[in-house]
């Protein structure tokens, strides 16, 4: 069993459009975050969610909201799409904040 | 200002011999210190971690790391390189409730 999973795997739109991202975790852990890779490989905490409750919202901009259903999941929502949103987007989750992060396969995002 | 680097982009390193990717930090209070492999198109896999303790820790596939905290450094070591750990590595540290990585260094083990 995947223990943090991510759909889709790839996507590709155009400028403008809203998207999702979608993650689920089934290690039972209470936190979760979304963190953006850029082409560098430079990787960049965007949001993390404790108990549902955000914990930490960096200088993301606010096209980017997260949404915690529960627990298991966190999902990432991005309108207006920009270029500048290409990359690729990782879904984690620890048993706290303390604790070490377990990692999603990925999103490719393109935008087009 | 809380931060961890790495300051080597790159590594080569021959096979069967030991390696070190170096990482340092800067951090208010007790720092907990992680260490995470990247193979190319996968997320991260964590591999070892401090938080209190040992200064030597040992982790997943023969890596260990030695916290100090006096350098305020904490290198990743492998007494004998594989050419199946050529990766992407990253150093993090959590300080506060917040988790900073270092840009990475990838990895090369020559066979």
Redesign the interface.
Known sequence: DTAVSQTPKYLVTQMGNDKSIKCEQNLGHDTMYWYKQDSKKFLKIMFSYNNKELIINETVPNRFSPKSPDKAHLNLHINSLELGDSAVYFCASSQDLVNEQYFGPGTRLTVT | AQSVAQPEDQVNVAEGNPLTVKCTYSVSGNP?L?W?V?YP??????LL?Y?TGDNLVKGSYGFEAEFNKSQTSFHLKKPSALVSDSA?Y?CAV?GG???Y?G??TSLTVIP
Do not use: A, D, V
């Open positions: 907990y992680f995470y990247q198109n996968r997320g991260l896999q964590f971690k938080i992407l990253f959590r409730n917040q988790f990585f840009t990475g």
